[in-house]
């Protein structure tokens, strides 16, 4: 239905039906989550330090692996 049929089909209800379309109008949109361009949900911003003591890098991360000795010699 584009807006033009939607708008028609609003102008002829009665006045206090209108009230009432209008009403709805403004709660549905009072209640939806603003849309960033691109369309989907926000996202939220991220939490400096949320991730602390879920990461960590091993000891000897710069040491070289095993598997690979029979190459660095």
Not at 6 to 30: C, M, W
Not at 34 to 45: D, H, N, Q, S
Request: proline share 10%; no cysteine; glycine share 10%.
């Amino acid at each position: 239905m584009s807006g033009a049929d939607l708008f028609v089909k609003v102008g002829s209800l009665p006045e206090d039906v209108r009230k009432q379309v209008t009403d709805l109008i403004e709660f549905l949109i009072a209640r939806r989550p603003p849309v960033k361009e691109g369309g989907g949900p926000p996202r939220k911003k991220p939490v400096a330090g949320s991730l602390k003591g879920k990461i960590w890098i091993a000891d000897d991360l710069d040491e070289p692996l095993d598997d690979f000795k029979e190459y660095m010699e």
